[in-house]
């Protein structure tokens, strides 16, 4: 018997989903749910409907789990708490100062509908945070620090797009690699922002835009870029089709500690990801996330949960017996 | 309330947990079991009493878990199902091929006694076997490398020192640069054991003893060293200790797989562990897995477990709250 899911939102994060859902023979795209028109949206998956999102609660019967593939900003915090009264639900929330919120709100609806909420589950927070737990389990004398890039952020290249004149960005994120190697080193320099990461700024702009304004404020920009050397690149829409249409990202998560009675043995433990596209990535940590849920929920489980409450063996499709056989 | 932990065994490893339980605030170090005359232990610890093993079964009241720090080749497969029918225990058995088999013995065992078993955790199997479970589950199309070291592996040291004329020995494992960088690039290789590491011996002999037999014999000796490119260095006694008194480790778990319709975006997942110390790396994973042990035990958990059955917040002191806020 399959897991049975149904997608939220067909965007980036809902098509790399789907994607992914292909790639598993145990789970089934059963309905992907749109706010917009239905009629304009066209799937991958052949014989897969597509509904207006008021139809959702007519069909929580059918479906397993519910992938809620909207955006952390406005989506999901009204989205993941409204439908874990009906659904089993997965999202990828990852506002992280705002986890605790969420979590309190998804917890309560879950748990008053029998149905299990898991949030935040992507690579980061996800697969970044299960790095982060383990090596703070088993170091808990250390440093944790996280590089992101070489990727695209979409929230930077968002906020260079709302500059006047520009018609596109895109923003890189890029760890230095000098930084970087002194952490694996076990050295834990204190790093600032600036020493960390790099900022590589696309930016097209309309006909006679004033270039040197537009460079000045994304500089200055306060939070996004003012603590940053950054680097702005004036392209044109050509070149931003044909050399930035990808959506790469990863990063690393390192941890050093010590252990020995005077701390004398230094350990590093490394996590690191390289993605060619992290919306694929990210659908297929949702997907194997979707198995995990729908086999807590049969066990009885119920309330908001991260993946951090989630066996690891319950996220893969193969048995126990399978897995320490061949994984262990 | 603390976790109380009693080790049995005092070697290496056994002094390794110590070292890692007084690290952390909420386990106590107990008792130490030992084989060998206990007045002839000296615990670092202060006020741990050491007792023979066969004391064991009256203190199982004072005791929340038994670490068994003994070896995987005759040690564990006789110990962990014997004291799992009297303890919450944890092992670090490590001969992959014998895990069903011991899972087995101690879960038969684990169960009648209404306690928990938990095998086979350390770094590999244990880190390594989560980083490969969480990477297969996320990306289910894709190849798993692991490479070992640069460490020292006390299996083929211990072998070469069985050789005729050979009164100590170190073998390091080493990672072959050219071929980590293909399997970090995704380039899907496939490597021989040759192709993947080198092994480099340190060798002290006796007096008079034939060099060029006991390079010959190291280098031919079936599976330990045939199938790789050996290198031996003859060094005297006091290099030995000087040079290579410790016991370093490391390696890293490598998945590249690929996601889209058409498998069009490659990605790659990497573990990374750079160990000062073996020992006391692999207890400290034995002290946190303790932790959880039991957590599972108090929560009515009973039967074998590994690593891979643990929700990753049972390995850390911090609560569910805390880790959501700080760490997801």
């Known amino acids: 018997m399959k ?8 965007g980036n994060l809902g098509r790399g989903a789907e994607a992914a859902i292909a790639r598993n023979d145990d789970l ?130 968002d906020a260079i797009r709302r500059i006047e004149g520009v018609l596109d960005a895109r923003q890189y994120t890029v760890p230095i690699p000098a930084a970087l190697e002194a952490v694996r080193r076990g050295e834990q320099p204190e790093l600032t922002a600036r020493q960390k990461h790099l900022r590589e700024c696309y930016v097209v ?49 390192l941890r050093s500690g010590v252990t020995g009675w005077e701390g004398e043995h230094k350990h590093t433990i490394e996590f690191s990801l390289k993605l060619d596209s992290n919306p694929e990535f990210t659908g297929s940590v949702l997907a194997a996330c979707a198995r995990a849920v729908h086999r807590m929920y049969r066990e009885g489980m119920t309330g908001c949960k991260t993946i951090l409450d989630i066996p690891p063996a319950y996220l893969s499709p193969r048995t126990g017996e399978d897995l320490r056989a061949h994984l262990l």
Chains 1, 2 share one sequence.
């Open 3 to 10: 897991t049975r899911i149904a997608i939220l939102g067909y």
């Open 28 to 157: 089934e795209l059963v309905a992907v749910f749109t706010r917009r028109d239905p009629s304009a949206l066209k799937l991958r998956t052949p014989g897969v409907p597509v509904y207006s999102v008021e139809k959702a609660p007519e069909l929580r019967d059918a479906i397993d789990v519910l992938l809620l593939c909207g955006g952390s900003a406005t989506d999901l915090p009204v989205q993941t708490p409204e439908y874990a009264a009906m659904f089993n639900v997965v999202d990828s929330f990852d506002t992280h100062a705002k986890i605790p919120d969420h979590f309190a709100a998804v917890d309560a609806a879950a748990r008053a509908a029998g149905k299990v909420g898991l949030i935040s589950c992507g690579w980061d927070p996800g697969m970044f945070s299960l790095a982060r737990v383990y090596a703070g389990a088993v170091l808990p004398q250390g440093k944790d620090e996280t590089f992101w890039g070489r990727g695209v952020s979409q929230g930077h290249s």
């Open 205 to 253: 702009t309309a006909d006679g835009a004033d270039k040197a304004r537009i460079e000045r404020e994304i500089k200055t920009m306060p939070y996004y870029f003012d603590e940053y050397d950054t680097t702005v690149t004036f392209i044109s829409a050509e070149e931003m089709a044909r050399d930035h249409a990808g959506l790469p990202h990863g990063g690393s998560v």
